[in-house]
């Protein structure tokens, strides 16, 4: 079902945006309470759930793959497929969701599951298969976890010494556990996470390759596990530890995929002495790269801020440009696009209030959360897609931002008198939000990074953003032919905001804020990913690819074909598979002219 509205609303609707769903109404079944034996001892939690009660079910992140589809399995079409449509969709994210007795805690712990859909000829078979990393047969080995992960700590097995000298070694510190996307570089496909490691997979059957260490080789620590294509190399950043502290470091890969023969092109300093911020995303245009520093670090002692920090990098020089951009306190996972206008940067992304629904993926948060959703938990999940107009070479301007059809605005830190946070108030979310996750102490301590936030300067230039809809979406993607240059249309996936058992998917024309929605119920909706037909002559002429599953059947999967222009449905493949669907989180296209 399609609905169209250009204030971006939907009749009647609450918009709250849940990275993977929907919204609901208070109330519900109440929440689960633990098993326990004859004995008195709790038992683990179950992976299967009841009824959801008609409301979005978070808990489908964390549905459990106990086996494989290695062998592809035929699916049932309804509609008919383009014929010029030929290749194959590869998702990626959880998928085992505990071994042997030990069940993972958090929704990005789970055992890595790459889905594919292989069209060709007008049919369509489905089949899927765990990455084979290094932890996930060593837990398969071990019949337990054995290895930290996102949200799970590794077993305490260890002595003080031990562990102490695991911490040294990236190898022994971190899982490699590759449960994000699925990225091609020189005809070459790698499962990738936020740890140094990418994991080489052959499209073809799955099977799992090489392993690439980026610690090793570059001396990274984390990684983004989202690659920026540009026509010079293959992009990423990572950070990693100088002389001074932590830093960022952006690594550029050949195009023609020799990873051996990467290199770190530039590196920024890291704000804060002991942690570098969360950075699961960069930006780039044809001029420039864009680190965004927000206000949430990778160690758990410190999390918020008062402040994100947009660094810009020249990429004639590798340089940063001298200007400090600042602007408010936000969380953010994903960049849809980055390109120049005159004399201006424009960004778009969806960003977050505060990073509390990293908190509320939490497994058992998940399934305790199923069939009530309290407004709270809701809200966690709700997002903005913002627009961002960053103004270059502003030396001796007042009117910093000179680009027409915006409402966003710029100024000097001077001017802004008001601009300062209340600190009080953020060390306050800050304990309201994250006392689960840290110790009182850990709590204390990350209130005092607060106090020691360095204060906008004078001639630091301060940012706001203007909101390009109402309807809340993630995983956005554009027509890659637009990617770093100026783009009309985007699309992105989300919860149907009428509040319903459903998801929705949506275009939006930045132009004008048109939406365009489809959406079915019982119907979750994966990322979407766009591919231009043959003959395109418009910007969204072609087809929307997703992975979707059905929130009543958990071993049901579909993909979905999509007209991206209106937003009707051209064809799906549905299919009954032996083990529960989980929901994936990053699909990646190969046509087959490239397999």
């Known amino acids: 079902m399609v609905r169209t509205r250009r204030d971006g609303k939907l009749d009647g609707s609450t918009t709250a945006n849940l990275l993977l769903g929907g919204v609901s109404r208070l109330g519900g079944a109440p929440a689960r309470r633990p098993r326990y034996s004859d004995k008195g001892v709790p038992l683990p939690l179950s992976t299967s ?33 383009p014929e010029w449509l030929k290749g194959q969709l590869i998702y990626n994210g959880p998928g085992l969701a505990k071994v042997g007795q030990n069940e993972y805690r958090h929704a990005f712990d789970s055992s890595a599951l790459l ?88 499209p073809d059957n799955l099977d799992t390759k090489e392993r690439i260490n980026v610690n090793k080789r570059y001396g990274l620590m984390t990684q983004s596990p989202h ?28 195009l023609d995929g020799n990873l051996k023969q990467g290199k770190i092109v530039a590196t920024v300093p890291a704000r804060w002495r002991l942690s570098p911020a969360y950075m ?73 209030k505060n990073s509390s629904m990293l908190h509320n993926m939490f497994i058992k948060t998940l399934r305790e959360q199923r069939g009530r959703n309290t407004q709270e ?21 007042e009117k910093l931002i000179t680009l027409p059809g915006t409402s966003c605005t710029a100024s000097w830190s001077a001017q802004e008198a008001s601009y300062s946070h209340d600190i009080k108030d953020l060390k306050t979310t800050y304990k309201h939000f994250y006392a689960d996750l840290v110790t009182e102490r850990e709590a204390q301590g990350a209130a005092g990074v607060l106090d020691n936030e360095a204060a906008p300067d004078d001639d630091d230039i301060v940012l706001q953003s203007e909101k390009l809809t109402h309807i809340p979406i993630e995983n956005p993607c554009i027509n890659p032919t637009k990617r770093a240059t100026k783009h009309q249309y985007l699309w992105g996936m989300g919860p149907n905001p009428d509040g319903g058992d459903s998801g929705l998917v949506l275009k939006l024309d930045t132009f004008s804020g048109e939406n365009k929605i489809f959406t079915e119920d019982k119907l979750y909706c994966g990322a979407p990913e766009f591919v231009a037909k043959p003959d395109a002559a418009n910007e969204d002429d072609g087809i929307l690819l997703l992975q979707c599953i059905d929130s009543q059947h958990e071993k049901k999967t579909y993909l979905l074909v999509l007209d991206a222009a209106n937003m009707t449905e051209i064809c799906r493949a549905s299919v009954n598979t032996p083990s529960a669907v989980p929901m994936p989180l990053h699909g990646h296209y190969i046509p087959a002219s490239e397999e």
């Open 115 to 202: 889905q594919k859909f292989e069209i060709s000829d007008g049919k369509v078979m489905y089949s899927n298969r765990f990455v084979r990393s290094k932890t996930f047969e060593q837990n398969q080995a071990a019949g337990a976890i054995t290895r930290a992960e996102f949200g799970t700590p590794a077993p305490a097995s260890k002595g003080m010494f031990s562990r102490f000298l695991d911490a040294m070694d990236p190898e022994k510190m971190f899982s490699d556990n590759a449960l994000v996307s699925v990225i091609g570089i020189g005809g070459q496909h790698f499962a990738m996470c936020e740890t140094p490691f990418m994991i080489q997979v052959n």
């Open 227 to 254: 690659p920026i294509l540009a026509s010079d190399g293959v992009y990423t950043v990572g950070q990693g530890v100088g002389v001074t502290g932590p830093k960022y470091s952006i690594l550029r890969f050949p």
């Open 377 to 397: 938990y809701v809200d966690s999940f709700r997002s903005t897609m913002h627009r961002f107009v960053i103004p270059l070479n502003t030396k001796g301007k």
């Open 49 to 81: 759930v009841d009824s959801n009660c008609g409301k979005y079910d978070f808990s489908v992140l964390c549905r459990h793959c106990d086996q494989e589809s290695s062998e592809p399995i035929p699916c049932q079409l309804t509609g008919t497929l």
């Open 280 to 352: 699961h995303s960069m930006a780039m245009t044809e001029n420039y790269a864009i680190l965004i520093e927000q206000p949430l670090a990778v160690s758990l002692s410190e999390l918020l801020s008062d402040i994100v920090l947009i660094h810009i990098i020249d990429r004639k020089t590798w340089k940063q440009v001298k200007t400090r951009y600042i602007t408010d306190p936000f969380f953010f996972m994903h960049v849809a696009n980055a390109y120049e206008e005159g004399e201006h940067i424009v960004i778009d992304m969806p960003t977050y």
